[in-house]
């Protein structure tokens, strides 16, 4: 099941294919295994966000956090020298204290690279979701801004 999958984000990813390609799924999905399977299969980056902007921010006041998380990511993704990157463990990016909205950090991000990233959210109602409605951090978004695989949690990935 994975490989059906990984063929289809490898499909939008071709020489012609999007430079944003969202691969949604609700946790426990199989996003970050579809990813590493990608990343077997491209030889693409497969970057952890959390774990290295969490580190490259927290010194940081929140104001500075604000002002600097745009290029602090713009930093993350250009160095890595590869054309594209599989950003996974993006939900730092939703946190309201930064004051960013997640999608159009990663819109302007892919402006640079190609980038695969795996979403904790799903599609409802023609929009992805992130979070639940009366969560600090809900976000919805129209579909059609992006490439979107879905992964399904009730398949063996």
Do not use: C
């Amino acid at each position: 099941m994975v490989e059906a999958v990984v063929e289809q984000v490898v499909a939008q990813i071709g020489p012609d294919g999007e430079r944003l390609v969202v691969v949604a799924g609700p946790p426990g999905a199989g996003k970050s295994k579809v990813l590493r399977h990608v990343r077997d299969k491209t030889g693409a980056p497969l970057v952890n966000v959390m774990s290295i902007l969490s580190r490259r921010l927290y010194h940081l006041s929140e104001a500075q956090r604000i002002n600097q998380l745009p290029e602090v990511l713009r930093e993350l993704i250009n160095s890595y020298s590869e054309s594209m990157l599989l950003l996974d463990d993006i939900d730092l990016l939703f946190n309201e204290s930064l004051g960013h909205d997640p999608l159009s950090l990663l819109e302007i991000m892919s402006q640079d690279k190609t980038l695969v990233v795996a979403w904790p959210g799903i599609v409802q109602d023609k929009e992805l979701t992130y979070a639940i409605p009366g969560h600090p951090e809900y976000k919805r978004y129209p579909l059609g801004r992006f490439s979107l695989v879905m992964v399904e949690p009730s398949r063996d990935y």
